[in-house]
């Protein structure tokens, strides 16, 4: 496998490894997707930037896990130790497979000193949201969880 063909590999697998932390609730492995000052930006809530401000809002929607559904993970470039990757995403209600959500990722990442592809910026856009999940949202803005926390 050449060099570019392996980086694909690894920033396709920085997605599903994302998914199962959140999915199963395993904050430190989600932090371990992100650059220590990486940004975590959500259309509806806003910007989290930072490992500690990341693991507030993984913490504060802990009771509601759903199961992300990442598709057509497409690496725009990959340059030196820097890509730029996006993807289409599906949140679906873990009880019932409802969806919840919809949307896309566009996101940069870089290989850190270990190796290791994470993101410095992961900007989640929603297309559409389901009215229970987006009032739940409502109460996770950055502003709230962080003055909160």
Request: some cysteine; proline content about 0%.
């Amino acid at each position: 496998m050449t060099d570019l063909a392996l980086d694909h590999a690894h920033l396709r697998n920085l997605y599903s490894r994302y998914c199962f932390a959140l999915d199963y609730g395993n904050t430190a492995d989600v932090l371990d997707c992100f650059t220590e000052e990486g940004v975590f930006s959500l259309s509806d809530r806003g910007d989290f930037v930072g490992h500690e401000q990341i693991a507030v809002l993984i913490d504060a929607s802990a009771e509601s896990r759903n199961r992300h559904q990442i598709m057509n993970v497409l690496v725009d470039s990959v340059e030196g130790d820097t890509a730029e990757t996006r993807g289409y995403f599906v949140l679906l209600r873990t009880k019932d497979a409802e969806t919840m959500s919809y949307g896309h990722y566009i996101d940069s990442a870089t290989r850190c000193d270990d190796g290791v592809w994470r993101w410095t910026a992961k900007r989640i856009r929603f297309d559409w949201r389901h009215g229970a999940y987006a009032e739940r949202s409502e109460s996770q803005h950055v502003d709230q969880l962080i003055q909160n926390s």
